[in-house]
């Protein structure tokens, strides 16, 4: 198996679990938050998002995310150029949670240009450096930064449903 099949795989199984959590959450369930300082799901999946966006786009091509290159974040109605990782209590206390369905299809239309990305690249391609400075290290090593924070947060999202609805059978 290629490391770009690897990559994709994880990605694949982040969206089932995903799918899995987002089923059925009622509008209140998706903008709950457990305290004051704590993230809800809508925030954290935004957050998924963002962060794969950035990385695709921004870190490893030097190229327009497709928040801003399809106007998502005005149909969202969401902050420009942050993804949400160093937000104070205050930011996030205020952050416009958008409508679960309009989240799930700016994730579809990532998703959409990630693997359109990775099935363009070569595997000698992931030794590269990227243009960015941002993240040390190779391509490779920035796709394993990605699948690593959309898989932490996946957790996260599946823990904020389970406290609200139990084992949810």
């Given at each position: 198996m ?7 795989k994880?990605?694949?199984q982040?969206q089932r ?9 009622t ?8 305290g ?5 799901i809508a925030?954290?999946?935004w957050h998924?998002?963002?962060v ?8 490893i091509?030097?190229?327009e995310?497709v928040?801003?290159s399809?106007?998502w974040?005005?149909?969202l109605g969401t902050?420009?150029k942050?993804?949400?990782g ?11 949670t ?8 700016y ?5 959409q240009?990630?693997?359109a990305?990775?099935?363009s690249?070569?595997?000698?391609q992931l030794?590269?450096?990227?243009r960015s400075?941002?993240?040390p290290?190779?391509i490779?090593n ?6 690593t ?9 599946t823990?904020?449903r389970?406290i609200?609805r139990?084992?949810?059978?």
């Open positions: 290629e490391v770009k099949e690897l990559v994709l994880s990605l694949e982040s679990y995903i799918d899995k959590a987002l089923d059925g959450l509008k209140a369930e998706f903008k709950w938050r457990p004051p300082e704590c993230n809800n925030f954290l999946f998924i998002i963002r794969e966006d950035m990385v695709i786009n921004t870190t091509q030097s190229i995310e928040y801003e399809e106007s974040r005005e149909k902050p420009p942050v993804s949400g160093r937000y104070t209590v205050e930011q996030i206390q205020t952050w416009p958008p409508p679960q369905v309009m989240l799930q299809e994730a579809k239309a990532v998703r240009n990630t693997i990305y990775l099935n690249i070569s595997a000698e030794s590269e450096m990227p400075d941002r993240f290290g190779s490779g920035v796709l394993g930064f990605m699948i924070e959309i898989a932490i947060h996946v957790g996260h999202i823990y904020l389970g609200q139990g084992l949810d059978k």
